[in-house]
């Protein structure tokens, strides 16, 4: 394989790879379980860059594919096509690119997890790729996922998930514990002579599980029929070359081919009704290299420098730039855990309505200006806290003697001097109008003398 290297001033070679592509992890012969993920890997086969490698990864917080690019990091397969350059914003292109999405994902939700046998085969695909923790949170979530988009359909009786997902776990023979059983044969015969003996075309059609199949054909006819119809007689749906719709059918169309599973509807249908489908993505298959060992991918390890991962990179028998996967954490590991517990929890689960995000076109400071004088308020209030805690700030409490009783006038100041002033005018007023009698009585009182007497109160008693 070929790649672009660099050639140091100490003439070293130093590999220029500018981007990491971070993909959910191989399964099937795949290079990752995820379409979209799948799709972008053949993007840029079909691109040719030489400057990107692909890591396998669990971590979804961003979302996957994510590509990083510099200092960019782009999420999603239209959000990559259009970075590189290859989204074309045609009518015909979005309209083709939007049905596959909503057709496909449907018929994959079903394939590879509704179905209980399929999923047990999908689980043990992820058992290979993921670390012991994960393997006991994502795919029961992915699954989950899947059953609430195709709740609609009403087609969870294709298997027999009331048998395998009994919460009690018991079998028969203990449901038929403590019943008569000869009331049960008895009970038997006499329904069996109002039932037909054989089954017809109608009762065959009413059962759960033929309806069901009914529904999954008619679903995959309408899917594969007018995309075969778009494909004609062209190599690719929109004419001689590849383009980004190509690699996004190619990254759904692989998953429903050429996973094993027990109920192989899907990929039995395609192969007997739509043969020029297989035709085109295996095609696609081949001419951009997508085969994966798995096992080989795993069992990377990282490299110690740049020279090692480019003479790995040359001498592998992998078709693909694989990289060694970047082991979790056990902060990460445990933030994973405590996130999937807490999701759990009745009342605590996160919203599932849609938010519109609009672009913040506020300037950097004024984004972070709430978070700053937030800062500053906790600051303050934990400084003014430990300074009277510690004693270098006293609160104040005003004067240490307090004296309680009636104020003079005195205590106002001048103006107090005023009113106390006007208080004795008018007193030398009425004193001057009073009689005779009054003076006579007031000095009498003025030349009096207090005397104390004491009085001995005998207590009485009470009759």
Request: charged fraction near 20%; proline fraction near 5%; include cysteine.
């Amino acid at each position: 394989m070929a790649s672009h290297v660099l050639l140091t001033a100490s003439g070293q070679i130093q590999q220029a790879w500018s981007m990491e592509l971070f993909v959910l992890g191989p399964a099937f012969g795949l290079p990752s379980i995820d379409a979209e993920c799948i799709a972008v890997v053949a993007l840029l086969r079909s691109l040719d860059r030489k400057d990107w490698l692909l890591i396998p990864t669990h971590d979804g917080r961003e979302g996957l594919p994510l590509l990083v690019s510099g200092d960019q990091r782009i999420c999603g397969f239209k959000n990559i096509s259009r970075h590189l350059g290859a989204d074309k914003n045609e009518g015909d292109a979005i309209a083709l690119a939007s049905f596959l999405e909503r057709g496909a994902q449907t018929l994959l939700d079903i394939s590879l997890y509704v179905s209980f046998e399929n999923y047990s085969t999908t689980r043990s695909a992820f058992t290979q790729i993921l670390p012991w923790h994960t393997n006991y949170i994502l795919p029961p979530r992915l699954r989950a996922a899947a059953r609430a988009r195709t709740d609609h359909l009403s087609i969870s009786s294709i298997d027999v998930d009331n048998v395998h997902e009994d919460l009690s776990g018991r079998t028969s023979s203990v449901d038929g514990m403590g019943k008569e059983q000869a009331f049960e044969v008895e009970a038997q015969k006499r329904a069996s002579l109002l039932l037909p003996r054989k089954d017809t075309l109608g009762s065959l059609l009413q059962k759960p599980q033929h309806s069901a199949v009914f529904k999954l054909h008619a679903l995959a006819d309408n899917f594969f029929g007018p995309l075969q119809d778009m494909l004609g007689g062209k190599n690719f749906l929109q004419g001689a070359e590849m383009t980004s719709v190509d690699c996004l059918a190619c990254g759904y169309l692989c998953l429903m081919l050429y996973p094993k599973m027990p109920q192989d509807w899907l990929a039995s249908t395609m192969r007997r009704k739509y043969a020029p489908l297989v035709a085109y993505v295996e095609r696609m298959y081949k001419k951009l290299g997508l085969q994966t060992n798995v096992g080989a991918v795993m069992s990377l390890t990282p490299p110690e420098s740049e020279i090692e991962l480019l003479s790995r990179l040359e001498t592998s028998e992998l078709t693909l730039p694989w990289q060694a996967t970047v082991r979790d954490s056990f902060l990460n590991v445990l933030a994973m855990t405590a996130q999937e517990l807490v999701s759990h929890i009745p009342g605590l689960k996160p919203s599932t309505s849609v938010v519109t995000v609009r672009p913040d076109t506020r300037l950097s400071w004024q984004r972070q200006l709430p978070t700053i004088l937030a800062v500053l308020a906790a600051t303050l209030g934990l400084s003014m806290f430990a300074g009277l805690r510690t004693g270098l700030l006293t609160w104040p409490r005003g004067e240490e003697l307090h004296v309680f009783g009636r104020k003079r006038f005195s205590d106002y100041g001048h103006l107090g001097a005023v009113l106390a002033g006007m208080s004795v005018l008018s007193q030398q007023t009425r004193s001057s109008a009073s009689p005779q009698t009054g003076v006579t009585g007031q000095g009498s009182h003025e030349n009096a003398t207090i005397v104390d007497v004491q009085v001995d109160v005998e207590p009485t008693s009470i009759r």
